[in-house]
T-cell receptor, first 113, second 114 residues
């Protein structure tokens, strides 16, 4: 089946440092979404990217979709303790089982004050 | 608008017991999914339902059964619980359209099998 590889699995940063997580697919995606899960919570939708080369920003968060629509990144500038959690990407493929929706394994962001 | 309602929130079972996790959505979505989440394993798909009346196996279906009772409800059943099924279970309702995709998750069920 389709796979979305997400790295790193864990990232420790000092508060105020930047953070980036990456997702890669071996095949072209129709779109990619990003979700955030706070400790003890459930994943919550952050954003969707659809177009090749698309860049979207939400305050300190910048999301990019690669030109080939096979990779994506989430970058957080100047992390804050409220950014703690696990960030998941989810790629949607044309066709395939499970509506072609595949989640990455997630990146756990740990912030040290 | 309740979104996705998942019950129960917590459950402790003895090995061999059975139980059903309930999930209901009020967003009129066709697609509903069940995931389990274990430390370091991310979200693993157990079963999904692309529309009312259809269900399909995901990545880790063994030991589980599902029922898509109607468009709103998608339940997950453990017939004979095992300690390996200790996990956090999430139900998700998926909005799929030409405009894009968005998954809405329930609050989760924290299941412990002893």
């Amino acid at each position: 089946g389709q796979q979305v590889m997400q790295i790193p699995q864990y990232q420790h940063v000092q508060e105020g440092e930047d953070f980036t997580t990456y997702c890669n697919s071996s095949t072209t995606l129709s779109n990619i979404q990003w979700y955030k899960q706070r400790p003890g919570g459930h994943p919550v939708f952050l954003i969707q990217l659809v177009k090749s080369g698309e860049v979207k920003k939400q305050k300190r968060l910048t999301f990019q979709f690669g030109e080939a629509k096979k990779n994506s990144s989430l970058h957080i500038t100047a992390t804050q303790t409220t950014d703690v959690g696990t960030y998941f990407c989810a790629g949607r493929y044309s066709g395939g089982g499970a509506d072609g929706l595949t989640f990455g394994k997630g990146t756990h962001l740990i912030i040290q004050p | 608008n309740a979104g996705v309602t998942q019950t129960p929130k917590f459950q402790v079972l003895k090995t061999g017991q059975s139980m059903t996790l309930q999930c209901a959505q009020d967003m009129n979505h066709n697609s509903m999914y069940w995931y389990r989440q274990d430390p370091g394993m991310g979200l693993r798909l157990i079963y999904y339902s692309a529309s009312e009346g259809t269900t399909d196996k995901g990545e880790v279906p063994n030991g589980y059964n599902v029922s898509r009772l109607n468009k709103r409800e998608f339940s997950l059943r453990l017939e004979s619980a095992a300690p390996s099924q200790t996990s956090v279970y999430f139900c998700a309702s998926i909005r799929l359209s030409t405009g894009g995709t968005e998954a809405f998750f329930g609050q989760g069920t924290r299941l412990t099998v002893v």
